[in-house]
């Protein structure tokens, strides 16, 4: 194990059971996150993060390890519903049980101002903005229904983590961090009909104490060449890997120039109707990286083309960023 992982958690399955080991190499398959198994434990690593099955007799251990706090009660939270899936229960060594869920910030509204006609933009304060800014490139934000006060999720003495159901449900859509300074971090919501975030946004924002939950999702790609495409959805992921990556960046957008602002001047920049098409009259060589984030067909579409022409998978990142 890295020695970067310096968070740990045990718990103990009170029973060797097959139906543990089945339950894990099951999850890592629809995961697809590497498993490694020998004759002494069995070990999934995903997000950077390590959970090690190891038999002693009539019981299993539960190990796990993670270079953040947060990580660790993620992965509890994770490894507890695996196996209570399968009818077993883990005895964890510590659960900061009423805690809020690992990964939870709250941040108050400090400001709501319209970006573009198709974008505002919200600015949150807090002491944890600074996780938010390295890590992955977007955080979940939760939000109470109208007219009730928010009930945010805690851990339970169990290791999972409770979510407010029925009337609190909270709302949970994912942003991308578009911009931060020392306390504070910027996100930007795209107009459209239906939206409740964009609603909140526009009716109650201002002052209230919102959660959120993260980093995750996307890093900045780090290939040599990157090509990306993407719809206004897209947008703001796009504005930060076009600011942030190391190597030669080109963008295929469809959005309004109005949107676009000052990327309608960047030679890099290129609009196009069909993405889908775009993707397939690109030249892209194979050790290049694509990324790609649209509607859930275009996606779809995308992925396959790619996948046909010989494109390796880890040599791409394709999101559906709505249906």
Not at 127 to 144: I, K, N, V
Request: glycine share 10%; proline share 6%; hydrophobic share 45%.
């Amino acid at each position: 194990m890295a020695q970067l992982r310096s968070y740990r958690s045990t718990g103990l399955i009170g029973q060797s059971s097959g139906a543990a080991v089945a339950a894990l190499k099951a999850r890592a398959a629809a995961w697809d996150v590497p498993l490694t198994e020998n004759a002494e434990q069995l070990a999934m690593s995903v997000w950077g993060c390590e959970l090690r099955l190891t038999p002693h007799g009539d019981s299993l251990s539960v190990d796990l390890a993670a270079p953040e706090e947060r990580l660790i009660g993620t992965l509890r939270d994770s490894a507890t519903e695996i196996f209570a899936e399968v009818g077993l229960q883990v005895a964890w060594d510590h659960v900061d049980a009423g805690a809020l869920a690992p990964g939870l910030s709250l941040m108050r509204v400090a400001s709501v101002h319209d970006l573009t006609p198709g974008f505002i933009r919200v600015r949150l304060t807090g002491e944890d903005t600074a996780r938010f800014t390295e890590g992955g490139m977007h955080f979940r934000l939760l939000l109470p229904p109208a007219g009730r006060t928010a009930i945010w999720p805690r851990v339970q003495p169990t290791g999972r983590v409770g979510w407010p159901e029925g009337a609190d449900a909270l709302h949970r859509a994912v942003y991308t961090v578009a911009a931060y300074g020392p306390g504070w971090l910027d996100f930007d919501i795209f107009r459209h009909a239906g939206s409740p975030t964009c609603d909140w946004a526009a009716d109650r924002a201002l002052g209230m104490t919102v959660g959120i939950m993260g980093p995750g999702g996307g890093t900045c790609p780090t290939a040599p060449r990157v090509h990306l495409f993407g719809d206004e959805t897209a947008l703001p992921a796009m504005r930060r890997i076009l600011a942030e990556a190391p190597g030669a960046v080109t963008a295929t957008i469809r959005a309004s120039v109005a949107d676009l602002g000052d990327l309608a001047q960047d030679a890099r920049v290129h609009s196009a109707d069909d993405l889908v098409w775009a993707v397939a009259d690109t030249d892209i060589a194979p050790e290049d990286h694509v990324w790609f984030a649209a509607s859930a067909d275009e996606s779809k579409f995308a992925r396959k083309a790619l996948i046909a022409r010989g494109h390796a998978k880890r040599d791409m990142m394709i999101a559906a960023y709505w249906s």
